[in-house]
């Protein structure tokens, strides 16, 4: 572990910008994703709307900063804070219901959010046009290139990522897991399920929130158009696909399915010039859902518990071999 962390924090030193903006942007993913693994994988609830909470976070730290004339290290935690209490309203129906329902009532979120940023308040949130944001800085040394937004979006991923294992172990992160394999049974011994389900959610979209404070700095602008309800579905794909219930499997999720969407955005076009010039341009399109689709129903199939499980088959492997009794 320790010469990986020095192998990531030199990686700048010597790293071309594209890797460095694929690994920014799996940094940001990877936050928002843990938060949704700590509502989906842990705690059993099933949210549609982490997209949208990112964009609570966004735009509330470009409004803070904007307007408030916050800087990017307060706006931070006080964007966090604004998502988390609006992920925990959004987050009151999982006391009545769960499954397919409760999925249907985080869905609104994808819609009531944006609706609201585009026409609630249009003088202050752009409406349907761009926020732009000054970048963050430390004195007179400003963050303005993906070498440098390296330094702030990496240590935080780490960080995130420690205190989301160690929440796991802790009293909270134990009530998560019992409510999500026998609801009924943890209350009976004395869990509150209001308490820890909004918790949970508070938790969730706090992460959101950071991840969408990230995002709005990393990219220096901010659009409605930029939180699409597609991209809701792609961050459970990642837990799906990581391993529901492990904060590694998150990561591997995460960086899975990026390269993937890496993958298919340089093969795609290359594929439409195999079709006729009328149907390349929607061939090249729907490569993407097409393979996110298929993707998902293999794992589905035939590695249910993700690629946390696989890895920990793989160490398990090589720990005993040759003597595999």
């Not at 837990?239 to 492990?246: N, Y």
């Amino acid at each position: 572990m320790a010469l990986g962390l020095v192998f990531l924090f030199t990686l700048p030193l010597y790293a071309s910008g594209r890797l460095l903006h694929l690994i920014n942007l799996i940094g940001i993913t990877v936050i928002s994703a843990q938060g949704l693994s700590i509502l989906t994988g842990y705690t059993g609830l099933i949210s549609l709307g982490q997209t949208a909470f990112m964009a609570v976070g966004a735009y509330s730290s470009a409004l803070l900063s904007i307007y408030a004339g916050f800087s990017f290290w307060a706006a931070l935690p006080c964007s966090a804070l604004i998502t988390g209490v609006v992920g925990a309203i959004f987050g009151l129906p999982s006391l009545r219901i769960k499954g397919f329902y409760l999925a249907m009532a985080t869905l609104a979120a994808q819609f009531i959010i944006p609706w609201m940023i585009v026409n609630v308040r249009p003088d202050l949130t752009g409406g349907t046009s761009s926020i732009f944001l000054p970048p963050p800085k430390i004195g007179p040394v400003q963050f303005n290139t993906q070498q440098k937004m390296f330094y702030i979006i990496v240590p935080l991923t780490c960080m995130t990522l420690f205190c989301v294992r160690n929440l796991i172990r802790s009293r909270i992160g134990r009530a998560f897991v019992a409510i999500r394999d026998n609801d009924l049974a943890a209350e009976m011994v004395g869990i509150s399920l209001f308490r820890y389900k909004l918790l949970s959610f508070f938790i969730c979209t706090f992460y959101a929130g950071i991840a969408g404070c990230l995002w709005a700095y990393w990219m220096r602008a901010i659009s409605v158009d930029h939180f699409h309800l597609v991209d809701s579905i792609w961050y459970l794909g990642m837990v799906i696909v990581g391993g529901m219930g492990s904060t590694l499997g998150t990561v591997l999720g995460a960086v899975f399915i990026k390269i993937l969407d890496l993958g298919v955005t340089i093969i795609g076009p290359m594929l439409g010039g195999i079709f006729p010039a009328g149907f390349a341009v929607d061939a090249s399109a729907a490569l993407g859902p097409f393979v996110f689709g298929i993707t998902i129903l293999l794992f589905l199939i035939f590695e249910p518990r993700g690629l946390a499980h696989r890895w920990e088959i793989t160490k398990a492997y090589f720990r005993l071999w040759p003597f595999s009794y």
